[in-house]
């Protein structure tokens, strides 16, 4: 089994991206199913197909689905949410705002995404292809069954056997307070195993790996830094960059020669943000890519000289690690240059630059606001030690 996911800043094309990696592996004799778990569905548009929230043929050995959230939502949710709104009329809490206490952030999506687990464990494909949401919900999502996992475990240590008894005692106790019911608890047990399942095959390295879908343009690259570090934060693979959209060479006349020289210039800060990482690139083509044909032709760009289907990349560029001497941020730089290190840090951006070489790396919250201590390089990787954050409003002394 092998999971890809896209993901990238909306409107960059990563779902073209997605579906195109999806149709050539599947022209490969890959069973290949491309799920989309993106709110607002474009996939079957960009397949030129009708799909709906269960596998769709849509060419040999590929199938297509856009996964409905709702409907993943009651499956896995509906007997424990019941259960929280019998609570709420208990505590008398006003009908709308029980309404919209039940609806807890992000949930729907992290349903979709459960269909992931039910997809891989099916046996009926080699290959998933996922279409994210984009990246702030996608980090969010991604990050969310560890999180949801402690909640309900948490909030819902009880025992069968234990609720059973407790049931007439907190029911006369409290006045009229229903613990849940052995379905409610068997629904949670549940959901809780799904999610760790879900993890797991999520931080696999070996199974799955993200791609991050880019533009040359300033914005989505600065969005697509912050969202590499948080993937390399939560423990998740990243294993190639696709650079979209970019102006050929021979784009030199007019208006299109002024975007391709700010192209140019963006390019250098993808390489030098990325590195090791393998960086792909697809040309802006002709017309827009809609159906089979053009997804062949992204495809032929994106994968000209790689399996799409491979581990393009083994381990993590970027790793935030607590040690004895403090917190450490290891960077994979693909060299061991003896030149000096000089290090220049401010607000959340950190510039480290090495000889002719250099890299802007977005700290994540563990990191920000400690003063950087030392770096050296330990094997083929820079090791970056940082201090204790100075406590706020502490008095400063005067000379």
Known sequence: MRILVYTGKGGVGKTSIAAATAARLAARGQRTLVISTDAAHSLADAMDRPLGPDPTLVA????????????????????????????????????????????????????????????????????????????????????????????????????????KFARPVVKVAAKGLELP??????????????????????????????????????????????????LNLFGFTTDAIIVNRALPAEATEGYLAQWRSIQAKYDEEIQAAFTPLPILRVPMMQTEVVGLPMLDLVANAAFSEVDPGAILFEGRVEEVAKEEDGFVLYLAVGFAAKDDINLTQRGDELTVQVGWHKRKVILPRTLMGRPVLGAKFAGQRLRIRFGERAEVGAATQEE
């Open 181 to 230: 019911s052995d379905d409610v608890v068997d629904a949670i047990e549940l959901l809780c195993r799904h999610l760790a399942e879900l993890q797991t095959l999520l931080l696999n390295p070996a199974i799955t790996t993200v791609r991050i879908v880019l533009n040359p343009e300033k914005m989505v690259l600065a969005e697509s830094r912050r969202s590499f570090t948080y």
């Open 60 to 163: 040999p050995n590929l199938w297509g689905v856009e996964v409905d959230s709702l409907r993943e939502a009651e499956r896995n949710w509906g007997s424990i949410q019941r259960w929280f709104a019998s609570l709420l009329q208990w505590a008398k809490m006003n009908e709308v705002s029980a309404e919209e206490l039940l609806v807890f952030p992000g949930l729907e999506e992290l349903f979709s995404l459960l269909k992931i687990r039910e997809f891989a464990g099916s046996g009926d494909f080699d290959v998933l292809v996922v279409d994210c949401a984009p990246t702030g919900e996608t980090l969010r999502l991604l990050s969310y069954p560890a999180t949801m996992t402690w909640w309900l475990e948490k909030i819902f240590p009880w025992k069968k056997k234990a609720i």
